[in-house]
C-alpha cells in the first residue's frame, strides 16, 4: 500500500506519461470505430480485464506444469506460454487505450501497471525462445520471474479498479428516487438547453425540445463527468471528457469509451412542476410515452 501512494505522488513521470498519451490517443481517438472496440462498447463492459484473463490464465496455468516437469507437461507448457504471449497483445492495446483516459494519480499508478505487464511480457517471449532453443532451466527461470512481476502488476490494477474506481459504472451506488419526486419548475426549464438539477442528492440532467422532456443521470457512467457540461446532437449527449455519446430517450451508449447506458428517468409534469422517478432498468432502452401521461402510475413500487 505504500508503494502504491509512493506511485501515485511519482509527478516526475507525469511529462513522459503525457507524450505517451499523446501517442495513443493519435493512434486510438475518441469517437472512433478502434476506440469503441477496444474500450469494450461493444459488449456493454470494459473489454479490458476480460482480455486479461486469458493472459494470466495462460501464463500461470504454464507456470505450474513448468513445476511438474515431465514431457508431455512441457509441450503443453509451451503452448499455453505461446498463447499467452499472442493474447497479450490485444490486452495491452485495449489497456492502454483505457489508460489514455487517465489523469494524475490514477495515470501513474496505470503507467506503473503497463510497465510491470510490458517486462514480464518480455521475459515471456525470452523463455518462449529459450524453450525453442531447449534452454529449459532459463526458460522456467524467465517465467518465473514474469509470473513474479506479472503478479507485482496484477496488483496494481487492481488497486486502480477497487481503490480508485477505475472501469466501473460512476453511477452503480447513485439513490436513484423510486417516487415521483419534484426536480424543476416548469417554466425554469428552457427548450434546447442542458439543465443540470438535483434530486435526492442525485445530480439530474434535463432536456427539453418540444413537448418532449429527457431525464438522465448528470453523471457520465465512464468516468463521472458531469453530461450537462456537454452538448446535444441528434437527440444525444456528448460527454465533454472523452466523447462518449449517449441518447437522450434511453441512455443508450451511442459511442464509448463508456460501456454502461446512463441511468434514465420518467418524467411527468404536475401542478406547473416537473418530477421525476427512477425507470426500472428493465425499461431502459424502451421509449418513454407523452410527460403528462406517465406509463408506470398503475405500477406497483
Ligand atoms: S467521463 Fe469519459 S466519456 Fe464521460
Same mark, same amino acid.
Given at each position: 500500500m505504500r508503494l502504491t501512494t509512493r506511485i501515485e505522488q511519482m509527478e516526475s513521470v507525469d511529462p513522459f506519461a503525457r507524450l505517451v498519451q499523446k501517442l495513443v490517443s493519435r493512434a486510438v481517438p475518441q469517437q472512433s470505430l478502434q476506440k469503441d472496440l477496444l474500450s469494450g462498447t461493444w459488449i456493454g463492459r470494459p473489454l479490458h480485464p476480460i482480455l486479461t484473463d486469458v493472459v494470466i490464465g495462460t501464463w500461470i496455468s504454464a507456470f505450474l506444469l513448468d513445476l511438474l516437469s515431465d514431457e508431455r507437461t512441457e509441450r503443453a507448457a509451451d503452448r499455453l506460454l505461446s498463447i499467452g504471449n499472442v493474447s497479450a497483445l490485444p490486452t495491452i492495446a485495449a489497456g492502454l487505450s483505457d489508460w489514455s483516459d487517465l489523469w494524475g494519480a490514477q495515470q501513474r499508478v496505470g503507467s506503473a501497471h503497463a510497465l510491470g505487464n510490458t517486462a514480464a511480457l518480455c521475459l515471456q517471449i525470452l523463455s518462449s525462445r529459450a524453450r525453442k532453443n531447449g534452454s529449459r532451466k532459463a526458460a522456467k527461470l524467465l517465467t518465473l520471474a514474469a509470473v513474479g512481476i506479472g503478479g507485482g502488476s496484477a496488483y496494481l490494477g487492481g488497486h486502480l479498479s477497487?481503490?480508485? /474506481?477505475?472501469?466501473?459504472?460512476?453511477?452503480?451506488?447513485e439513490a436513484w428516487p423510486q417516487e415521483w419526486m419534484p426536480v424543476i419548475a416548469d417554466d425554469d426549464l428552457p427548450e434546447g438547453t442542458l439543465i443540470e438539477s438535483k434530486v435526492n442528492e442525485v445530480r439530474v440532467l434535463l432536456y427539453k425540445e418540444g413537448e418532449e422532456i429527457y431525464a438522465l443521470s448528470d453523471r457520465c457512467t465512464h468516468r463521472g463527468c458531469r453530461l450537462h457540461l456537454g452538448q446535444v446532437k441528434d437527440l444525444s449527449v456528448e460527454c465533454s471528457c472523452h466523447g462518449s455519446i449517449f441518447r437522450?430517450?434511453?441512455?443508450?451508449?451511442?459511442? /464509448?469509451?463508456?460501456t454502461v447506458p446512463a441511468p434514465v428517468y420518467e418524467v411527468r409534469r404536475r401542478d406547473g412542476r416537473i418530477e421525476v422517478r427512477r425507470l426500472l432498468r428493465s425499461q431502459w432502452g424502451t421509449k418513454r410515452t407523452d410527460p403528462n401521461q406517465p406509463s408506470r402510475d398503475q405500477e406497483g413500487p
Open positions: 477497487f481503490v480508485n /474506481g477505475v472501469g466501473v459504472n460512476r453511477t452503480a451506488f437522450l430517450s434511453d441512455g443508450a451508449v451511442i459511442r /464509448g469509451p463508456a
